[in-house]
């Protein structure tokens, strides 16, 4: 990836025109709710030299947070024949699947976290929702509440169904 400072990060995020959440994960502010554990500063990307970030794709790429205790990083990718979300592996620096996300789809994976870990009331997540953009809160909420999603494959099955609804059309 061409390389990227924490400034350059935050005139994309904005020049992106996403919600001002992503400017404080970016800023590492503690954020309600304990949600800096889920979605923290990409220290691990923005602080590695520009042959270090080199690695980790090619072309002009935007990380936006690493997710809560794991090796993921949700970044932008601004070539202009992909203009997407995306997740690469901190430690392998591959894309991981599927690739080619709009906003909305980026951030189902982060809302089924919250929704599954069960600490925050559905109203809550309504809430927090919104300071995301999210539109489709409710909606998940409701198919998360009547799945059973007991193995992996299930699970899975249910993600990537989700997402095509959320394709752009």
């Known amino acids: 990836m061409d390389f990227i400072d924490k400034e350059q990060a935050r005139r994309d995020i904005v020049a992106l025109g996403l919600p001002q959440i992503v400017l404080d994960i970016?800023?590492?502010?503690?954020?309600?709710d304990n949600l800096d554990i889920t979605f923290r500063a990409p220290h691990t990307i923005l602080e590695?030299?520009?042959?270090?970030?080199?690695?980790?794709?090619?072309?002009?790429i935007t990380p936006l947070w690493t997710g809560g205790g794991d090796y993921t990083v949700v970044?932008?990718?601004?070539?202009?024949?992909?203009?997407?979300?995306?997740?690469?592996?901190?430690?392998t620096a591959e894309e991981?699947?599927?690739?080619?996300?709009?906003?909305?789809?980026?951030?189902?994976?982060?809302?089924?976290?919250?929704w599954e870990t069960d600490l925050l009331s559905?109203?809550?997540?309504?809430?927090?929702?919104?300071?995301f953009d999210f539109k489709y809160i409710e909606s998940l909420i409701d198919e998360l509440s009547h799945s059973?999603?007991?193995?992996?494959?299930?699970?899975?099955?249910?993600?990537?169904?989700?997402?095509?609804?959320?394709?752009?059309?």
């Open 148 to 169: 059973k999603l007991d193995t992996f494959e299930k699970s899975e099955a249910w993600y990537q169904s989700f997402l095509q609804k959320l394709a752009a059309p």
């Open 26 to 32: 970016i800023d590492a502010k503690p954020l309600p």
């Open 122 to 131: 559905s109203a809550r997540l309504i809430e927090i929702s919104g300071w």
């Open 48 to 60: 590695l030299t520009q042959e270090q970030q080199a690695r980790y794709g090619q072309g002009r």
């Open 75 to 91: 970044a932008y990718h601004h070539d202009p024949t992909r203009q997407e979300f995306f997740r690469f592996d901190i430690e």
């Open 96 to 114: 991981q699947q599927p690739i080619g996300m709009n906003w909305q789809q980026i951030l189902v994976e982060e809302f089924k976290t919250l």
